[in-house]
């Protein structure tokens, strides 16, 4: 369960698109009184924008949001000839990562029977800083996005393309139970 972040989460991640593409709209060619040709609007998600992680449930909602957002929105400018594009990375090779160790304190959970799986997760987060891919792969696939004649709707970009492929073709339900085996999430038998 996600902590009382999830808020700010939601203003930045979301609120802030949805205003910038307001604010931004009239000039990228919905106001037709302005000339030039249409542009485009890039929304950055994230592979979580497709399929949410056990306790990341604020940071999942924000970019399914933004995946709902930018799927209405390209289909509501096409009357202006403006496409919006989604990029989706999954781990970046950033300073996030040691942030996120800073800041992770799950000693909340001491007496919780979350705490073996917040450790599995917290382990798991440490490795996906040794497979994050660089920023610079995911500001090509933007600048693709953005100068292609026909790009993508929707550029997938994650180290781990297997894992993401699986969670894409399995159902729900299965991937429910393979995710709670996994990090100790299954009911007690009876």
């Known amino acids: 369960m996600s902590g009382s972040g999830g808020a700010l989460q939601m203003?930045?991640?979301?609120?802030?698109?949805?205003?910038?593409?307001?604010?931004?709209?009239?000039l990228l060619g919905a106001d037709t009184s302005l000339t030039g040709p249409p542009?485009?609007?890039?929304?950055?998600?994230?592979?979580?924008?497709?399929?949410?992680?056990?306790f990341s449930?604020?940071?999942?909602?924000?970019?399914?949001?933004?995946?709902?957002?930018?799927?209405?929105?390209?289909?509501?400018?096409?009357?202006?000839?403006?496409?919006?594009?989604?990029?989706?990375?999954g781990p970046v090779k950033t300073p996030i990562w040691s942030k996120g160790k800073e800041a992770a304190d799950i000693s909340r959970y001491q007496n919780s029977p979350y705490l073996p799986a917040m450790q599995k997760v917290t382990a798991f987060i440490e490795q996906?800083?040794?497979?994050?891919?660089p920023a610079e792969t995911i500001a090509e696939r933007i600048h693709d996005a953005l100068t292609l004649p026909n790009p993508k709707v929707r550029y997938h970009i994650a180290p781990d393309t297997m894992r993401h492929?699986?969670?894409a073709v399995l159902p729900k339900r299965m991937m429910d139970r393979l995710i709670a085996?996994?990090?100790g999430l299954m009911p007690p038998a009876t």
């Open 11 to 26: 203003e930045v991640n979301v609120i802030g698109p949805v205003i910038a593409t307001q604010a931004f709209g009239p």
């Open 39 to 54: 542009c485009r609007v890039v929304m950055i998600s994230s592979v979580a924008g497709k399929s949410g992680a056990p």
């Open 181 to 183: 085996k996994r990090l």
């Open 165 to 167: 492929l699986l969670t």
């Open 57 to 89: 449930s604020a940071y999942a909602a924000s970019k399914h949001a933004i995946e709902g957002f930018s799927e209405s929105l390209r289909r509501e400018l096409m009357l202006f000839g403006i496409d919006v594009i989604i990029v989706a990375p």
């Open 128 to 133: 996906l800083e040794s497979i994050g891919l």
